[in-house]
């Protein structure tokens, strides 16, 4: 089991910076994935980021060049630097790992508001 806590959302103004963070705990030694999704009011969940055992990183199109995921190497922490926000990057924003086939784990969630 793993264990995953998210920290750092907010409301900001557009163009505005927030950092997230995602605490993982218990069985994280065979973590191969880490990554962030959200979720818009009315929308699918839909992948922001993520982080490939290696260190290749993917990002959703909507936020490339404007948003970076990071992780420490113990893989017990996961990042999201998320600059010039927009108010569509509104939503709850999820924290995401993988620890083998089927093995999904999900943190509670944090909000992000983007509004002036």
């Known amino acids: 089991q793993v264990q995953l806590v998210e920290s750092g959302g907010g409301l900001v103004q557009p163009g505005g910076s927030l950092r997230l963070s995602c605490a993982a705990s218990?069985?994280?030694?065979?973590?191969?994935?880490m990554g962030w999704y959200r979720q818009a009011p009315g929308k699918q969940r839909e992948l922001v980021a993520n982080?490939?055992?290696?260190?290749?990183?993917n990002y959703a199109d909507s936020v490339k060049g404007r948003f970076t995921i990071s992780s420490d190497n113990a893989k017990t922490t996961l990042y999201l630097q998320m600059n010039n926000l927009k108010p569509e990057d509104t939503a709850v924003y999820y924290c995401?790992?993988?620890?083998?086939?089927?093995?999904?784990?999900w943190g509670q969630g944090t909000q992000v508001t983007v509004s002036s």
């Open positions: 995401h790992v993988r620890s083998g086939p089927a093995l999904d784990y």
């Open positions: 218990g069985s994280t030694f065979g973590i191969y994935v």
């Open positions: 982080i490939i055992s290696g260190g290749r990183t």
